[in-house]
């Protein structure tokens, strides 16, 4: 499903004469992602959950180029007020775009009041839909998930459904007018990257709204894959904010999604079962 | 009534806006949200509409979460 119309070419040439490589670009392709109409040169979404620090969330954002974080909405008067008063000024410095989440609902009409409540505080359409059915796994529950959803879109939001790795759900998701699916890798904060990349494939094949990969995600080359497999996107949380050193792993989830990205669009060769010379065997002498 | 899950002496016929401010948060605050009865209230309603005396109230705001 590679689009022919992606950007494929590469800036690096080797010249004739000497052989040396010149001209050479380490800057990726111009590549934006368009969700509801709005725009976004980066293909990483980073949740803001889990930074032991205001200040390391704010070098993550940077190190990762990301456009758009997530946010929950909690109690006044919890983890005290001055931390939360200034999260706002910092994500405002970063430049970055919000997207609010229901984390912590686990009813459709919790998730719904939940989201009229972040459009009230951060004036935007947009919800990341979250609707828990398990304390263990942290599962979406799929007929809450698809309840709340309904009725979201029905109410003017820009709906973008935390969701199973089931294509169907996906598809269904879609016909009740979401604005992209970001179906789970594996649970949520588990870091064990994606368990059914089949599944993940078939939902870019299920639908015509755009794949954030989101959950699971552990370590870049679970980025890449993602990519790999066709998804638009990738969402990152713990894996940055938890990681030993965070602002170096947003560095890395960056150029994973950008690498995967590009390995997508470029096409890869098949798979075969035996091996294949890169070399011809013409001109090859016999001693 | 009710102020986030807490019993609140707060007394019948408060505005939102004051119990905002009780709470250290101007009406014009970013990122606020107030919830009464499970029904969102509009940050233009702040200033005029009072308080039942069993109002549950809801005085939310963002919080880092993935």
């Known amino acids: 499903m590679s689009d022919p119309s992606e950007p494929s070419q590469t800036t690096s040439r080797v010249s004739e004469l000497g052989g040396q490589p010149h001209d050479v670009s380490t800057a990726a392709p111009p590549d934006t992602l368009t969700i509801a109409g709005r725009t976004l040169r980066s293909r990483l979404l980073l949740g803001t959950g889990g930074f032991p620090s205001l200040e390391l969330m704010a070098e993550a954002i940077a190190a990762s180029a990301t456009e758009l974080v997530t946010v929950a909405l909690r109690r006044v008067g919890v983890g005290g007020s001055q931390s939360r008063g200034s999260l706002i000024d910092v994500l405002a410095d970063a430049g970055v775009e919000l997207l609010p989440n229901t984390a912590g609902c686990r009813t459709a009409r919790d998730a719904v009041l939940t989201a009229k409540l972040a459009r009230e505080a951060f004036a935007t359409d947009w919800i990341k839909l979250e609707v828990i059915g398990d304390e263990d796994t942290l599962l979406p529950d799929a007929p809450e998930l698809l309840r709340a959803a309904e009725k979201l879109v029905d109410e003017g939001f820009v709906v973008l459904p935390y969701t199973t790795d089931d294509p169907v759900l996906a598809r269904r998701l879609v016909d009740v007018g979401c604005s992209a699916v970001m179906p789970l890798g594996s649970p949520i904060g588990s870091g064990m990257g994606i368990r059914n990349p089949y599944n993940i494939a078939l939902i870019r094949e299920a639908v015509s709204v755009p794949v954030v990969l989101d959950a699971g995600v552990g370590t870049a080359s679970d980025a890449t894959l993602a990519m790999e497999l066709g998804c638009d996107a990738v969402m990152a949380a713990s894996a940055i904010s938890r990681a030993e050193d965070p602002v170096r792993m947003a560095h890395a989830m960056r150029h994973a999604v950008q690498a995967g990205r590009l390995a997508r669009t470029a096409g890869r060769i098949p798979r075969r079962h035996y091996a294949r010379a890169s070399t011809p065997d013409e001109g090859l002498p016999d001693f | ?66």
Request: some cysteine; aromatic content about 4%.
């Open chain 2, 1 to 66: 009534m009710i102020l986030n899950g807490e019993p609140s002496e707060i007394p019948a016929g408060e505005t939102v806006t004051s119990v905002l401010a009780r709470l250290g948060l101007e009406s014009g605050a970013r990122g606020v949200a107030v919830a009464v009865d499970g029904e969102v209230l509009p940050r233009a309603c702040w200033e005029t509409f009072a308080l039942a005396e069993d109002a549950r109230v809801e005085v939310l705001t963002a919080m880092q979460g993935g």
